[in-house]
């Protein structure tokens, strides 16, 4: 359900009717406004096209929202993320990509050790 929140959340602060979310990502409303209501849970490639409809990551429906000491992290990391930052559009969006994956397979992995680990 938070993640159905989240992406009604995002539109609702983008302006942006369900319908108008529905026809970028080639579904109808009424499919759309179960996924936002949390009756059915969209596959990977939905919320792949919904967060491309609604121009977020995948990562923004899935993570909790936190704040982070930004002095706590080191400094060369800190100066590859001001660097990014600087980067064409198209380059941004490959780097994003690529990391959105490598958290996806990440968050995939240890959900499944955990779950693997409850049932032992």
Same mark, same amino acid.
């Given at each position: ?22 026809? /970028?990502?080639? *579904?109808?409303?009424?499919?759309? #406004?179960? @996924? +936002?209501?949390? &009756?059915?849970?969209?596959? !990977? ?21 936190? /704040?982070?000491? *930004?002095?706590?992290?080191?400094? #060369?990391? @800190? +100066?590859?993320? &001001?660097?990014?930052?600087? !980067? ?33």
């Amino acid at each position: 359900m938070i993640v159905a929140e989240r992406i009604k959340n995002v539109r609702m602060s983008k302006n942006l009717s369900q319908k108008e979310v529905a026809l /970028s990502i080639g *579904i109808n409303q009424a499919q759309y #406004s179960r @996924i +936002e209501s949390g &009756k059915v849970e969209p596959t !990977l490639s939905s919320l792949d096209k919904i967060a491309n409809a609604l121009n977020v990551s995948v990562s923004d429906f899935l993570t909790k929202d936190k /704040s982070y000491d *930004i002095q706590s992290y080191d400094s #060369s990391l @800190i +100066e590859r993320l &001001k660097m990014i930052d600087e !980067l064409d559009e198209h380059e941004r969006k490959s780097i994003f990509s690529i990391i959105d994956i490598a958290i996806a397979k990440k968050r995939l992995t240890d959900t499944l050790s955990n779950a693997l680990n409850v049932n032992k």
